[in-house]
Every structure is written in structure tokens, then in C-alpha cells.
């Protein structure tokens, strides 16, 4: 008798951890809330800075190009921010620069990813069939505190004909000359 008890119990507990489980993910969804890290997150998220570099062309006189980030993820999940891209000729003149709101930010262990929608646009040398505004890109950054901080661009490998995914990029690639990033907080706790 007592062993059926005791699977009873058992069983019975089972039943009412799973149904605990289930009623919580059905509320999430309900609500609209979709689980995840972002949504986990306690501390959120921020990056911020402004660094530049030369381009790498092989008369060592690349095209400066220069960013501004500064996003954060509340520890709600609210993502916010601005950042501002700069492309200039070798002779310092004009090539595009660009502007826009963050709407994802993403960060763990001194690494973090930022997108946004660009808002604002000039970029005489560009193609005139290439339509920025509206666009979605990418930007990544290495907060490196022992050597230069290092950035990357989404349409680095793919240009600007498609959006790029939210919270996305390519790897940070380019060792930054000047300024810096600081990426704190982690997705993961």
C-alpha cells in the first residue's frame, strides 16, 4: 500500500510541474511576450561609443569611416538608441553617412551587436539606385580592454539590397584607430 502511495504522490506531482511549466509559457504567449534571453535578461544591456579607422586598400590609403553607437536593452527588454555611420573619401570628402534607431541590441562577455532602422541618409557616391532610408543594417563591437576595440558592418558581405535580421551582423573585423566602445551587460545573466 505504501509503495502505491508513494508513486501516487509522485505521479501526482509530475502532473502539477508540468502543468505549472505549460501555464507559464501559455501566459508568455498569450501575452505576446515570446521567451528567450532577451526577455530573461535581469540587467540588460548597453553599448556606447564612437570609433573610426581607415579602410584596408593595399596604398595604405583606405577610406575613413567612423560610428557612433549608443543602444540599450532595459532589463524589460525595451530596446532604444541612435547610431551614425560615416564614410568619407581618402581626400576627406564626402561618401555617405547615415543615421537611424537602434531596435535590437544584443551583449555578452565584452562582445555586442546592435541594428536599427536608418532614418536619415546622405551618400552622394553611392549608386543613385541604392535606397538607404528605411533599411535595416547591423553593427558589431568588440569592447577589447587589453588592444583595440574592433567593428563590423552588415553590409560589409552583403551591401544594402536586403535588411538584415534583427540583432545580427558580421563578425567585428576592422581594429578601430581611434575612440573607443564599452559593451556591458550580458543576455545571459
Same mark, same amino acid.
Given at each position: 500500500?505504501?509503495?502505491?502511495?508513494?508513486?501516487?504522490?509522485?505521479?501526482?506531482?509530475?502532473?502539477?510541474?508540468?502543468s505549472?511549466?505549460?501555464?507559464?509559457?501559455?501566459?508568455?504567449?498569450?501575452?505576446?511576450?515570446?521567451?528567450?534571453?532577451?526577455?530573461?535578461?535581469?540587467?540588460?544591456?548597453?553599448?556606447?561609443?564612437?570609433?573610426g579607422?581607415?579602410?584596408?586598400d593595399?596604398?595604405?590609403?583606405?577610406?575613413?569611416?567612423?560610428?557612433?553607437?549608443?543602444?540599450?536593452?532595459?532589463?524589460?527588454?525595451?530596446?532604444?538608441?541612435?547610431?551614425?555611420?560615416?564614410?568619407?573619401?581618402?581626400?576627406?570628402g564626402?561618401?555617405?553617412?547615415?543615421?537611424?534607431?537602434?531596435?535590437?541590441?544584443?551583449?555578452?562577455?565584452?562582445?555586442?551587436?546592435?541594428?536599427?532602422?536608418?532614418?536619415?541618409?546622405?551618400?552622394?557616391? &553611392?549608386?543613385?539606385?541604392?535606397?538607404?532610408?528605411?533599411?535595416?543594417?547591423?553593427?558589431?563591437?568588440?569592447?577589447?580592454?587589453?588592444?583595440?576595440?574592433?567593428?563590423?558592418?552588415?553590409?560589409?558581405?552583403?551591401?544594402?539590397?536586403?535588411?538584415? &535580421?534583427p540583432?545580427?551582423?558580421?563578425?567585428?573585423?576592422?581594429?578601430?584607430?581611434?575612440?573607443?566602445?564599452?559593451?556591458?551587460?550580458?543576455?545571459?545573466?
Open positions: 500500500m505504501r509503495r502505491v502511495t508513494r508513486t501516487a504522490i509522485a505521479a501526482t506531482l509530475s502532473v502539477l510541474a508540468v505549472a511549466a505549460t501555464g507559464a509559457a501559455g501566459a508568455e504567449m498569450a501575452s505576446g511576450t515570446e521567451p528567450g534571453p532577451a526577455a530573461e535578461s535581469a540587467q540588460g544591456a548597453r553599448i556606447v561609443g564612437s570609433g579607422a581607415r579602410l584596408p593595399p596604398s595604405g590609403n583606405g577610406d575613413p569611416v567612423w560610428f557612433k553607437v549608443d543602444g540599450r536593452m532595459s532589463p524589460e527588454g525595451q530596446h532604444s538608441g541612435r547610431f551614425h555611420v560615416i564614410h568619407r573619401t581618402p581626400d576627406g564626402p561618401f555617405a553617412e547615415f543615421e537611424g534607431r537602434i531596435d535590437c541590441v544584443f551583449a555578452v562577455e565584452g562582445q555586442g551587436v546592435v541594428t536599427g532602422i536608418i532614418e536619415k541618409v546622405d551618400a552622394p557616391a &553611392l549608386p543613385p539606385d541604392v535606397d538607404l532610408m528605411g533599411r535595416r543594417v547591423g553593427v558589431s563591437i568588440k569592447d577589447n580592454r587589453h588592444g583595440p576595440d574592433a567593428i563590423g558592418w552588415s553590409w560589409s558581405t552583403g551591401g544594402f539590397e536586403q535588411d538584415t &535580421l540583432c545580427n551582423s558580421v563578425p567585428p573585423f576592422l581594429d578601430i584607430e581611434h575612440g573607443g566602445y564599452h559593451v556591458s551587460g550580458s543576455m545571459f545573466g
